[in-house]
């Protein structure tokens, strides 16, 4: 580490001297820039007590005991390599986006509570509550299963809040076939019976 990385960091730590969560942002943010570090939410990773996530109510991943069993396994043996995104801390809590089994798991987890001090890291995405949901479903689809009764109740809210049916396959990675299927469900047709759909979805 060359002197002026070394002065800047000494620098830092002598302006914040014992800092708050706020203040820690802003010290992180003088190190990205320091290091000419892309500003990405990883770059701004915090880890909060696992009392303060709160899980969201409207995930349709579900994950089956020999999954779970394997992502135990998986935490105890490489340890934690991606953190939980939440929103904004609001009322003393993190509201969660993505990464309810692993927080689920490690706090069920003596090993890993101990480990871990009883905290998880967690990177903060401050989105409106639509997208908050679409980022759920998001990281989800790239790596897991959604059960349909969920995700259609997640579609279904989509659509009371104005989302058309191009809009949530665009925003949600789904294709007609599967808008379709969804309105089978109780509700879900009416609520699709004017929409037309973009012919790049035909």
């Known amino acids: 580490m060359n002197k002026h990385i070394k002065e800047g960091i ?39 007590p696992l009392t303060e996530i709160l899980p969201n109510t409207y995930n349709p991943n579900k994950m089956a005991t020999p999954e779970k069993r394997s992502l135990l396994r998986s935490l105890l043996s490489h340890g934690v390599t991606a953190p939980l995104v939440v929103s904004p801390k609001r009322q003393g809590v993190y509201p969660l986006i ?3 089994h692993r927080w689920n798991i490690i706090k069920r987890n003596k090993e890993l509570r101990g480990r871990l001090k009883n905290k998880v890291p967690v ?6 509550s639509d997208e908050r949901i679409v980022a759920t479903i998001r990281h989800n689809r790239a790596r897991g299963k959604h059960q349909i009764v969920e995700i259609s109740e997640v579609v ?47």
């Open 123 to 128: 990177v903060v995405l401050d989105l409106p």
């Open 98 to 100: 993505d990464g309810y």
């Open 156 to 202: 279904k809210t989509l659509s009371q809040n104005g989302w058309t049916a191009d809009r949530i396959m665009n925003e949600l990675g789904m294709d007609s076939d599967e808008v379709l299927r969804l309105r089978q469900f109780t509700g879900l047709g009416d609520l699709f019976k004017d929409d037309k759909y973009s012919s790049s979805w035909s």
């Open 10 to 48: 000494s620098n830092i730590l002598e302006e914040h001297g014992i800092i708050s969560e706020n203040e820690k942002r802003k010290f992180l943010e003088k190190i990205e820039s320091l290091f000419n570090q892309p500003k990405e939410p990883i770059s701004s990773l915090l880890w909060v």
